[in-house]
């Protein structure tokens, strides 16, 4: 469990005081009457989307995504590859490595097929992320960091044609924000921070979510779109 003893730092009692500090921000009203759908982009976000639907009767699915790191050194991360085989590239560090996009790509192809491949079937019996085509869609994470991963989902999301995408986060560094407020239609976060460390930080508890406690929150759910397929 990660725990912040730092009192005159952290923001976030825990991922429940994130969410109610993250409701006080939405237009709950706004996206009830235009059939918002949530995307959680990451376990940790899991818990923050749920709420959010099963409270106020909102649609959610996960978008599940990897990090493709440099050879011998898992630490560096150069891109990140979605369920969706869009890969979003850092690619002046790319270029800085001498590193070929076709390592970039047999990466995330290796990566889909296994590790994402194998969240779809815990998750989702197999499925692909439901059809968001001209939706309105909320994308949810519990704080953003380098942006990739959010990048990612933004660029698989637009690519299946949404309607309308805006993010929803906690705590997000100021000038990742200033860069996203370009490419979505709204962020909603509660905090933006100008010497960012790590989302954690921000935290004064954030255990990491277990599979048994995600597949319990999406199995009891009604709102949670593989859920409804068979309605």
């Given at each position: 469990m990660v725990q912040n003893s730092d009192s005159e730092n952290?923001?976030?009692?825990?991922?429940?005081?994130?969410?109610?500090?993250?409701?006080?921000?939405?237009?709950?009203?706004?996206?009830?009457h235009e059939s918002w759908i949530l995307i959680a982009l990451s376990s940790?976000?899991?818990?923050?989307?749920?709420?959010?639907?099963?409270?106020?009767?909102?649609?959610?699915?996960?978008?599940?995504?990897?990090?493709?790191?440099?050879?011998?050194?898992?630490?560096?991360?150069?891109?990140?590859?979605?369920?969706?085989?869009?890969?979003?590239?850092?690619?002046k560090l790319v270029e800085s490595f001498g590193i070929s996009l076709d390592y970039?790509?047999?990466?995330?192809?290796f990566l889909f097929h296994d590790r994402i491949a194998k969240y779809q079937h815990r998750y989702r019996k197999g499925e692909g992320i439901a059809d968001l085509r001209d939706k309105n869609v909320l994308l949810i994470d519990q704080g953003c960091e380098t942006g990739f991963n959010t990048m990612c989902a933004l660029k698989s999301v637009i690519n299946m044609q949404v309607r309308k995408v805006s993010l929803a986060t906690p705590v997000i560094p100021d000038d990742?924000?200033?860069k996203l407020d370009k490419k979505v239609d709204k962020i909603y976060s509660v905090h933006q921070i100008r010497d960012f460390i790590e989302v954690a930080y921000y935290y004064k508890t954030l255990p990491e979510p277990t599979p048994e406690e995600i597949i319990e929150m999406l199995n009891a759910s009604n709102h949670f779109l593989p859920n409804k397929k068979g309605e």
């Open positions: 952290w923001l976030f009692e825990d991922r429940k005081d994130a969410y109610r500090q993250l409701l006080e921000i939405l237009p709950i009203k706004v996206m009830q940790g976000a899991v818990e923050i989307t749920w709420k959010l639907a099963e409270r106020f009767g909102f649609d959610f699915d996960l978008l599940f995504s990897e990090a493709i790191v440099a050879p011998n050194n898992d630490e560096c991360q150069l891109a990140m590859v979605s369920e969706t085989n869009d890969i979003v590239i850092e690619e970039i790509y047999d990466q995330g192809e990742l924000h200033s």
